[in-house]
């Protein structure tokens, strides 16, 4: 079975600073899909980034970039630039491809962004 | 394009009753999962539904859980029986194949149970 670890249960950073989320699974799985969710108060699950497993260039959308290493079982999420709205639990997921479509969810990192 | 809905937004139950939760998928959406997110936790998978079919289940508890998705109208998660433990929020999400997509959540119902 999959398991998603986040090590980090509270983050915080200044705004307009960077701020880095760990992420780590395991799987004896090759071929699979690996996501960020942000979860604002609101309590909406907001995909921020997907990565492909079989893809070996790093995902990037606008201000969320992740640093994903396979070897490692690896899948850190860097924020640049943070904004307050940025202030959310972050939950790290697996997905087994071609499985069905179930995510593996980590136990998620509060981060939040100070003025 | 209207998101996936969840209503209600907020169910409170007393121990013993039972407790309907409703999710319309995005339109052009034949799949539908359902999570429970527990105080302080990450999602945990529940069940997986197309049109008429439970395809994976086993994430659903053995008794008092079941979920439906008929050819017309909303998927139903029904929870028999509530008892303090089912206190979570559920989320609903959906995807247009069977093919990997990006799953779209509703918003959650939590459920109280008092």
């Known amino acids: 079975a999959q398991t998603v670890t986040q090590s980090q249960p509270e983050m915080s950073v200044q705004e307009a600073e960077t701020v880095t989320l760990s992420c780590t699974y395991d799987t004896s799985e090759s071929n699979y899909y690996l996501f960020w969710y942000k979860q604002p108060p609101s309590r909406q699950m907001i995909l921020v980034i997907r990565?492909?497993?079989?893809?070996?260039q790093n995902a990037t959308e606008n201000r969320f970039s992740v640093n994903f290493q396979k070897a490692a079982k690896s899948f850190s999420l860097k924020i640049s630039d943070s904004q307050l709205g940025d202030t959310a639990m972050y939950f790290c997921a697996f997905m087994k491809r071609g499985g069905s479509e179930k995510l593996v969810f980590g136990k998620g990192t509060k981060l939040t962004v100070n003025p | 394009n209207a998101g996936v809905m969840q209503n209600p937004r907020h169910l409170v139950r007393r121990r013993g009753q039972e407790a309907r939760l409703r999710c319309s998928p995005m339109k052009g959406h034949s799949h539908v999962y359902w999570y429970r997110q527990l105080p302080e936790e990450g999602l945990k998978f529940m069940v997986y539904l197309q049109k008429e079919n439970i395809i994976d289940e086993s994430g659903m508890p053995k008794e008092r859980f079941s979920a439906e998705f008929p050819k017309e109208g909303p998927s139903i998660l029904r929870i028999q029986q509530v008892v303090r433990g089912d206190s979570a929020a559920y989320f609903c999400?959906?995807?247009?194949?069977?093919?990997?997509?990006?799953?779209?959540f509703g918003n959650g119902t939590r459920l109280t149970v008092t």
């Open positions: 999400a959906s995807s247009p194949s069977g093919d990997v997509a990006p799953l779209h």
């Open positions: 990565q492909e497993a079989y893809k070996q």
